[in-house]
């Protein structure tokens, strides 16, 4: 959106519609379900073979699981923050928050390239049991979820630092883009204590 | 600046009536008349695949014949997509219209290509069925692995929806977007069937098959009537039936 357009909006003070737009919900919505029925698959197999299952997450590391938890739930609040911000008005601040929370996404990744490259050094791949596919797959599914919203991220970035008024369509854009944001968070938040806690 | 003008509505009816053919062709082929829904499991013994094809090989190639049919007709069907995403991008070079173009060009072909690997296979009934095996791999990895130019094509029509947010280049509403960005994002699991030859990633697992084909045929079926009320609105600004 450019300067102008933000101009010729009128300021939304509405704090009781839902935020984002409707269309982005018909998105998360969908993308929940499917992971909705990844979990359920999980759950299926897992109970198939209880043991294979729980002695094999014993080598996933619950500290690298946990940091990445308080990484993405960070990284949200950053966000969320910067949303704050240019709602009340501020716009010099949210550009730096928004920094914020895509390198605290990339140090998800980082975090994630030594969990897996320690994994795969010791010789544990997609192949080796049904936990570990599981384990690949759903956080790789997840991460490559992740990467599109660090695009997504970059985006408002670059549109943060055009903006100098807060109306209706930079909420729709805001929130859409954080809405997404955040469903990548909540589907960590099933992710980890599926796979690295459940016994 | 670049304006495409307006198509005549009665050609882009003809276009859409493709599409509508080409996708129940292509369901119909593969269904009753190929018997691949779902799909012949990877883990079947290539004598068991045998026979599956040859008890009853006659509708099979005619069953194969149906599916290029099928797959020709999503040319028309590219046109009509082109065209939507290029009225939508009105006033700029229609750029997003011509990635569209293109991929959808390729997935036409790649969906055309393989299917005579199919046609191979029941052709000479004295062939190894270990070769056998090996080229329905092929034909089995092809459509399932090539999901990069379908979505492609979608996305560019998905972005482009949520870029239009002017009276005259909205054509559709904004949920669309995100839908068509939504099925974008969930048919790409099929590319995961290589690594498996059972279980719910394979070709013909829950992930792997049905929630691909299922994502598949519902954007069809969304998209035809969501394009059919923008061609009918189409049809009424210009004044002709």
Partial sequence: ?199 | MVDIGRANPKVLSGLWWCGVVSIITFFLALWPMMGFIPPPAPTLTPQEFYNLIFDNVLMFRAGVIVVMISAALLLPITALMTYFIARMERGHTPMLALTSFSAGIINALLTLLPAVVWAAIAYREDRDVMDMQLMNDIMWLCYMMYWQPFVIQIVAMGVTTLKARTPETQIFPRWYGYYVLWTAVAVCGGGLSVFFLDGPFAWNGLVGWWLVVVMFALYWIVSFVVWRKAINREALELGSG
Avoid: C
Avoid at chain 1, 66 to 72: A, G, S, W
Avoid at chain 1, 127 to 147: A, E, K, P, Q, S
């Fill in chain 1, 1 to 199: 959106m450019t300067m102008r357009d933000a101009a010729l909006e009128a300021p939304s003070s509405d704090r009781n519609r839902n935020p984002g737009e409707d269309g982005i919900w018909i998105f998360v919505g969908g993308d929940l379900s499917i992971f909705a029925l990844f979990f359920v698959v999980f759950l299926y197999y897992r109970g198939l073979d209880l043991e294979l299952f729980n002695q094999s997450r014993e080598a996933l590391s619950i500290p690298l699981g946990l940091l990445n938890t308080l990484i993405l739930l960070t990284s949200s609040w950053f966000l969320a923050s910067a949303i704050e911000d240019m709602r009340e008005g501020h716009f010099e601040r949210a550009p730096k928050l928004l920094v914020g929370s895509i390198v605290l996404g990339l140090g998800f990744v980082l975090v994630k390239y030594f969990e897996y490259s320690e994994k795969i050094s010791n010789g544990i791949t997609l192949v080796t049991n049904d936990f570990y596919m599981y384990y690949y797959i759903l956080t790789g599914i997840h991460l490559f979820h992740l990467i599109i919203g660090l695009g997504v991220l970059l985006f408002l970035l670059k549109k943060s630092r055009d903006l100098s008024a807060w109306g209706r369509n930079s909420a729709t854009l805001f929130e859409s883009g954080a809405i997404y944001w955040h469903m990548v968070d909540l589907l960590w938040i099933f992710i980890f204590p599926l796979l690295y806690l459940l016994r």
